[in-house]
């Protein structure tokens, strides 16, 4: 089981920029394909983006896409979310996770887990 602990988030003003990091327990944590996802309150939680293995084939919703990149250390067990262009819809509470099945630019909830905490991301305008 990978256990991943996401960074501290924080509030931001829109337009400005944040990044997010989660650091996995496990050095297999390279093996893995890794997501992030976000919730606000209210809301269901939802695909942001998610990158292969060795960081390559990102990809991204459509409400970040061209705001958001998702990138990934393995020497450091870590992936990152760059969040650039903020808006208020951004807020929510963030989390990783582990992708374990799906195709390869599937966004279900359903094939990713190991869940992280998550953290708190607002934006205001």
């Known amino acids: 089981q990978v256990q991943l602990v996401e960074s501290a988030g924080g509030l931001v003003q829109a337009g400005r920029s944040l990044r997010l990091s989660c650091a996995a327990s496990?050095?297999?944590?390279?093996?893995?394909?890794m997501g992030w996802f976000r919730q606000a309150p209210g809301k269901e939680r939802e695909f942001v983006a998610a990158?292969?293995?060795?960081?390559?084939?990102?990809y991204y919703a459509d409400s970040v896409k061209g705001r958001f990149t998702i990138s990934r250390d393995n020497a450091k067990n870590t992936v990152y979310l760059q969040m650039n262009s903020l808006k208020p819809e951004d807020t929510a509470v963030y989390y990783c996770?582990?992708?374990?099945?799906?195709?390869?630019?599937?966004?279900?909830?359903?094939?990713?887990?190991?869940w992280g905490q998550g953290t708190q991301v607002t934006v205001s305008s």
């Open positions: 990158i292969s293995w060795n960081g390559g084939s990102p």
């Open positions: 496990r050095r297999t944590f390279s093996s893995y394909d």
């Open positions: 996770a582990v992708k374990f099945g799906g195709s390869a630019y599937s966004g279900l909830l359903t094939n990713f887990g190991s």
